[in-house]
């Protein structure tokens, strides 16, 4: 009796620590009803892919009532109304706010790790993401490149790949030290001494001057502008504080 007693009981705390690992979240808030059935199960599927895989957290929202508050911040108090902010230490909010300007806006707010790995990327890197399907308000393909993206920046790095980086800081090093021993075998070398005269090196009678002609070139350059589309701000991302005091890296733009 006391063994199997035992055995339930072991049963029981493997059972809520598989469950505690697997907890499942909701990440599609889609209040202004943008999404297609088959985009939210998507994105759930693939956004709840990366919170089991890394423990990294993220909620999309779409609303039609902003309250007035800049879409990042919008984002970030979303977040904090639907979770447990104290909980999660890596995560992003991303909202769609349809009640500004004649389109509307969208914004990113990243926390922990997320804020920077992905706010010091920029506004226009955000923007490149979606710029494909604003004209035609094709938000589901959008947020399935969005999370896309995310699951590219945010996945850790295998040790190679991180000693891959420093070959930018190492090779040009290694290029000047090479160019120094260059220089320095070069002036042990015995080299021909230079003639003052330059007829030394010319065959006798060789340049006979016949005629003489003046060619002038000429070159035209033209300068033309490169309109900026209106839905980039440029810039690397901004910080913000949620109505709770935590801070946040934000990146935003018009749609």
């Known amino acids: 009796m006391k063994k199997s007693f035992v055995v339930a009981i072991s049963l029981m705390l493997i059972t809520c620590a598989f469950g505690a690992d697997a907890e499942i979240l909701q990440h599609i808030y889609d209040q202004a009803g943008t999404f297609s059935a088959r985009d939210t199960q998507f994105l759930e599927a693939e956004m709840q892919a990366m919170y089991d895989e890394f423990g990294f957290d993220s909620i999309i929202v779409t609303t039609e009532n902003s309250f007035g508050k800049p879409t990042d911040l919008y984002a970030a108090d979303f977040y904090e109304s639907v979770r447990d902010e104290q909980k999660f230490d890596n995560y992003v909010a991303f909202a769609f706010a349809f009640d500004v300007g004649e389109r509307g806006a969208y914004g ?148």
């Open 108 to 255: 990113e707010a990243a926390y922990g790790p997320a804020e920077q790995k992905l706010t010091r990327r920029g506004d226009d890197d955000l923007y490149e993401i979606l710029a494909p399907y604003l004209p035609s308000r094709d938000y589901g393909s959008a947020m399935r490149d969005y999370v896309a993206y995310l699951r590219d920046v945010m996945t850790p790095r295998s040790s190679f790949a991180a000693a891959a980086d420093y070959l930018v800081f190492i090779l040009p090093v290694a290029l000047i030290v090479s160019l120094i021993i260059v220089f320095i075998m070069k002036g042990g070398m015995k080299t021909a001494k230079n003639k003052v005269d330059a007829s030394f090196y010319v065959v006798s009678n060789s340049l006979n001057l016949l005629t003489a002609n003046d060619i002038y070139l000429y070159e035209t350059v033209t300068r033309t502008k490169i309109e900026t589309p209106s839905g980039r701000s440029g810039g690397g991302g901004r910080s913000f504080s949620s109505g709770s005091g935590r801070s946040y890296g934000g990146r935003s733009g018009r749609l």
